[in-house]
C-alpha cells in the first residue's frame, strides 16, 4: 500500500503570495491532518478533515485554509504569506485507529 | 486544554547503554498517548500507541513506553541504544472528543555516541 505523499516537497514563496500544499492520504483513509513543525514552535496542529468535512481546527488564523475532496485528498492553502509562515507542514492520514500515518512533508520557505 | 511536556530537549547516550525519554501530559478527559520519531528530512514514523488496556506497551525498534495514569506520564524507554537511534523523538496527547486533534511535545533530540 502507498504512503501518504505530499506535494511538492519543495516550495519557495515571496511575502504576500499564496500558496496551495497538496496531501493525498493512504488509500481507504478517510481523515487527513495538517500540521506546521518550526525549529520555535515545534509541531503545532493546524486542521483536521474527515469525509470533506473540518473536524478540529488548531489555533492559526483565517490565512490558513483547507479541503478535502470526495476521494479524501486534501489541500491546504496559506494565504498572504509571511515570514513566519516558513515551516515543514505534514499531513497525517488515519482509518479510524488513532493511529496517523505522516506523508514526507512539504517545506516552504517565504522569502 | 491538553498539553504535553518532553523534560529533555537533549539526551546524549553512549551506544548500548538504556535511555529514558520522559513525558507528561496535562488533560482533563481520557486521552490516547503517542510516541513518534523524526529522522533528519523526514516526516514521523509511530514508535509505540497507548489506546487501553495493558498500561506496557512495547513498540518497534526494542522500544517501550510505560503509562502512568496517576503520575500523567508516558516514559519512552530502551534497555541498550545504537547509533542508528539518533533522531529527534516526539511525544505526543489525543483526547477522546472525536476527531484527530492531536498536541505534540517540543521533541526530545537523542544523541547516541559511540
Known amino acids: 500500500k502507498a504512503g501518504v505523499t505530499q506535494t511538492p516537497r519543495y516550495l519557495i514563496k515571496t511575502r504576500g503570495q499564496q500558496v496551495t500544499l497538496s496531501c493525498s492520504p493512504i488509500?481507504?483513509?478517510?481523515?487527513v491532518s495538517w500540521y506546521q513543525q518550526t525549529p520555535g514552535q515545534g509541531l503545532q496542529f493546524l486542521f483536521e478533515?474527515?469525509?470533506?468535512?473540518?473536524?478540529n481546527k488548531g489555533n492559526f488564523p483565517g490565512r490558513f485554509s483547507g479541503r478535502q475532496f470526495s476521494n479524501s485528498r486534501s489541500e491546504m492553502n496559506v494565504s498572504t504569506l509571511e515570514l513566519g509562515d516558513s515551516a515543514l507542514y505534514l499531513c497525517?492520514?488515519?482509518?479510524?485507529?488513532?493511529?496517523?500515518?505522516f506523508g514526507p512533508g512539504t517545506r516552504l520557505t517565504v522569502l | 486544554a491538553q498539553s504535553v511536556t518532553q523534560l529533555d530537549s537533549q539526551v546524549p547516550v553512549f551506544e548500548e547503554a538504556p535511555v529514558e525519554l520522559r513525558c507528561n501530559y496535562s488533560?482533563?478527559?481520557?486521552?490516547?498517548l503517542f510516541w513518534y520519531v523524526q529522522y533528519p528530512n523526514q516526516g514521523l514514523q509511530l514508535l509505540l500507541k497507548?489506546?487501553?488496556?495493558?498500561?506496557l506497551v512495547k513498540g518497534i525498534n526494542g522500544f517501550e513506553a510505560e503509562f502512568n495514569k496517576s503520575q500523567t506520564s508516558f516514559h519512552l524507554r530502551k534497555p541498550s541504544v545504537h547509533i542508528s537511534d539518533t533522531a529527534e523523538y516526539f511525544c505526543?496527547?489525543?483526547?477522546?472528543?472525536?476527531?484527530?486533534?492531536?498536541?505534540f511535545g517540543a521533541g526530545t533530540r537523542l544523541f547516541v555516541k559511540a
Open positions: 478533515y474527515f469525509s470533506e468535512t473540518q473536524r
Open positions: 505526543a496527547v489525543s483526547e477522546d472528543t472525536g476527531g484527530f486533534k492531536t498536541i
Open positions: 497525517a492520514s488515519s482509518w479510524g485507529t488513532r493511529e496517523q500515518f
Open positions: 488533560s482533563s478527559v481520557s486521552v490516547y
Open positions: 497507548y489506546l487501553s488496556g495493558s498500561t
Open positions: 488509500s481507504g483513509h478517510r481523515s
